[in-house]
T-cell receptor, first 110, second 114 residues
Framework: AQRVTQPEKLLSVFKGAPVELKCNYS??????LFWYVQYSRQRLQLLLR??SRESIKGFTADLNKGETSFHLKKPFAQEEDSAMYYC????????????FGTGTRLKVLA | GAVVSQHPSRVICKSGTSVKIECRSL??????MFWYRQFPKQSLMLMAT?????????EQGVEKDKFLINHASLTLSTLTVTSAHPEDSSFYIC??????????FGPGTRLTVL
């Protein structure tokens, strides 16, 4: 089954603390994974994708095929990072579609 | 950057009526548009994928006669909720894709069916 799992609904951290938002996937094909972010009262937007191996706003995510994970990390959280984060899988074998995880709300406390 | 608009942003209708939601890519031509539904405090559920000039591909469990999708051009896709009922009340979000794997989202449409 094709699935994306984000085990934490809510993650609260203090400003300056490290952050890790967990994402695990289930997919038999070659995965393409993304993190999307939704700030309060704004639309969903792409944060980063694994194929780019980029760092956006200090966030990084490494695809671990052995653990089928794509956790999102940031060494020092900022208050402006508070948002809803969604991990998504793009399936390209067979049907072309995006599968989203249930999302994790990150709250960065002052 | 690429902008996707949705209209209307909010609609309230009576049970039994049909509602049309428009999704437009304002400054680019979209190869593919996606329609999602989001329930309160839940994730986005893909409803259908549409490509210009061809029939939409619906996800399992999504009634194609209930949720009509028309993709008339490379910049416009419409979702019509036919004979809407209260259980259709939800937040509907579209996205447009440029090339492959670059999705731009609309702001969403809140549908309330009384």
């Amino acid at each position: 089954a094709q699935r994306v799992t984000q085990p934490e609904k809510l993650l609260s951290v203090f400003k300056g603390a490290p952050v890790e938002l967990k994402c695990n996937y289930s997919y038999s094909g070659s995965p393409e994974l993304f993190w999307y972010v939704q700030y309060s009262r704004q639309r969903l937007q792409l944060l980063l994708r694994h194929i780019s191996r980029e760092s956006i706003k200090g966030f990084t995510a490494d695809l671990n095929k052995g653990e089928t994970s794509f956790h999102l990390k940031k060494p020092f959280a900022q208050e402006e990072d508070s948002a809803m984060y969604y991990c998504a899988l793009l399936t390209t074998s067979g049907t072309y579609k995006y599968i989203f995880g249930t999302g994790t709300r990150l709250k960065v406390l002052a | 950057g690429a902008v996707v608009s949705q209209h209307p942003s909010r609609v309230i209708c009576k049970s039994g009526t049909s509602v049309k939601i428009e999704c437009r890519s304002l400054d680019f031509q979209a190869t593919t548009m996606f329609w999602y539904r989001q329930f309160p405090k839940q994730s986005l559920m893909l409803m259908a994928t549409s490509n210009e000039g061809s029939k939409a591909t619906y996800e399992q469990g999504v009634e194609k006669d209930k949720f009509l999708i028309n993709h008339a051009s490379l910049t416009l896709s419409t979702l019509t909720v036919t004979s809407a009922h209260p259980e259709d009340s939800s937040f509907y979000i579209c996205s447009a894709e440029v090339g492959t794997d670059t999705q731009y989202f609309g702001p969403g449409t809140r549908l309330t069916v009384l």
